[in-house]
């Protein structure tokens, strides 16, 4: 992964593209996945590796751009950010009810 503060916002767009299609499935959180840096973006992760998913992630945190940029282009306004094959599932309340469900194994490919 880049490190975006060297890039235009276009680039960062095209980095955010290139994250979300390159990976089945990619979150935009606060935080790693390893230390999680709020409430929301800890429940996504602990919810992906309850289902044992292989995920990308990228930590907002890091440049204030990629937040703006990335809901310029989700048209989503919080984080975390969930994308599966390149589409936006939802943010954290949407993840949960999708794992509640059932929904999310099946969004995700996870058998079971």
């Known amino acids: 992964m880049s490190d975006t503060l ?3 916002e276009e680039e960062i767009l095209g980095q955010i593209k290139a994250e979300v ?5 990619f979150v935009y959180m606060k935080g790693t996945p390893e230390m999680p840096r ?8 602990q919810i992906l590796n309850h289902l044992g ?16 940029v990335l809901s310029g282009y989700s048209d989503w306004p ?6 599966v ?9 949407i993840t949960t ?3 509640q469900s059932g ?3 099946k969004i995700v490919g996870v058998e079971g």
């Open 97 to 99: 009810e999708l794992f």
């Open 78 to 83: 919080t984080i975390p950010q969930v994308f």
């Open 6 to 8: 060297t890039m235009s």
């Open 21 to 25: 299609t390159g990976n089945h499935v």
């Open 38 to 45: 709020c409430g929301f973006s800890n429940q996504v992760v």
């Open 53 to 68: 998913v292989e995920y990308g992630a990228r930590d907002v945190l890091t440049d204030p751009r990629i937040r703006m």
């Open 85 to 93: 094959n390149g589409e936006l599932v939802g943010g954290c309340d």
């Open 103 to 105: 929904e999310l194994k």
